[in-house]
């Protein structure tokens, strides 16, 4: 193992510094070529929002009982 001191770090060039690579990712992407393998289109007539049936049919115990683990809230 060589010997190294301060000596040899104060005399010795600084090392080349690449610059960093910086790349637009969203841009990258726009770039590519998209095949539509599947052919699914929809507009904004034939989309229909999903639901949870739990929040229409909540009962009435639920309402009334606040949670009390809040432990996971920040």
């Known amino acids: 193992m060589a ?3 301060l ?3 104060l005399t010795e060039p600084p090392p080349e510094i690449e610059e960093e ?9 726009e770039s590519e070529a998209f095949e539509d393998v599947v052919g699914e ?14 929040e229409k049919t909540e009962n009435s115990e639920s309402k009334k ?9 920040e």
Do not use: E, M, N, W
Request: hydrophobic content about 35%; proline content about 5%; overall charge negative.
């Open 21 to 29: 690579i910086k790349r637009d990712f969203i841009a990258t992407l």
């Open 3 to 5: 010997d190294l001191s």
């Open 7 to 9: 000596a040899d770090a």
């Open 41 to 54: 289109t929809v507009g904004k007539t034939d989309y229909i929002p999903l639901l949870d049936v739990d």
């Open 65 to 73: 009982k606040p949670c009390s683990d809040t432990s996971q809230i």
